[in-house]
């Protein structure tokens, strides 16, 4: 298990991708990705919405740590073909969360996975983006009140990543 200190948490308000706060910009950008992942409701929801698949996608069914609407919930648990449930608590990455993730990369070609958190999915996009193959996938995953980060996996971004979790 791997916990955020609380020195950490400005770090990460910084996006490590590209940041976008237009839905049509993103939307554009996203489609000619291979594989997306999803990290949160409120992103997973507009993708989906929009009729973009991700590979797969991790939610709690919170937005902002409130419960999502029955809309956003209904659409989001339409989605997979497997549904893997694990235990996180704000702040963390549990070791069920960061063995879900893994484990949906092992099966990437298989496709269409929902992971869903009971607790919070808030440290998930690091899981993501540290543990995906080099330069095939593209996480999403929003920032509060600000807008969207889209992080390609290359080296530099999971470098910067593994310093972050390297602290925790």
């Given at each position: 298990?791997?916990?955020?200190?609380?020195?950490?948490?400005?770090?990460?308000?910084?996006?490590?991708?590209?940041?976008?706060?237009?839905?049509?910009?993103?939307?554009?950008?996203?489609?000619?990705?291979?594989?997306?992942?999803?990290?949160?409701?409120?992103?997973?929801?507009?993708?989906?919405?929009?009729?973009?698949?991700?590979?797969?996608?991790?939610?709690?069914?919170?937005?902002?740590?409130?419960?999502?609407?029955?809309?956003?919930?209904?659409?989001?648990k339409?989605?997979?073909?497997?549904?893997?449930?694990?235990?996180?608590?704000?702040?963390?990455?549990?070791?069920?969360?960061?063995?879900?993730?893994?484990?949906?990369?092992?099966?990437?070609?298989?496709?269409?996975?929902?992971?869903?958190?009971?607790?919070?999915?808030?440290?998930?996009?690091?899981?993501?983006?540290?543990?995906?193959?080099?330069?095939?996938?593209?996480?999403?995953?929003?920032?509060p009140?600000?807008g969207?980060?889209?992080?390609?996996?290359?080296?530099?971004?999971?470098?910067?990543?593994?310093?972050?979790?390297?602290?925790?």
């Amino acid at each position: 298990m791997r916990l955020l200190p609380d020195e950490l948490r400005d770090k990460l308000k910084k996006p490590i991708g590209k940041f976008f706060v237009d839905e049509r910009e993103l939307l554009s950008f996203l489609k000619n990705e291979k594989y997306i992942v999803s990290v949160g409701d409120q992103v997973t929801y507009t993708l989906l919405k929009n009729n973009i698949l991700p590979i797969f996608c991790v939610v709690d069914f919170k937005i902002q740590r409130n419960i999502c609407s029955p809309l956003f919930k209904k659409l989001i648990k339409s989605f997979g073909k497997k549904t893997v449930k694990v235990k996180n608590l704000q702040g963390e990455i549990s070791d069920e969360l960061w063995n879900a993730i893994k484990n949906a990369y092992d099966v990437l070609e298989k496709g269409f996975l929902r992971i869903e958190v009971v607790g919070e999915e808030d440290m998930a996009s690091l899981a993501a983006i540290f543990l995906a193959p080099r330069n095939d996938v593209t996480i999403i995953y929003g920032l509060p009140d600000k807008g969207v980060v889209v992080v390609k996996t290359t080296d530099e971004n999971k470098l910067k990543v593994k310093e972050v979790l390297d602290e925790m």
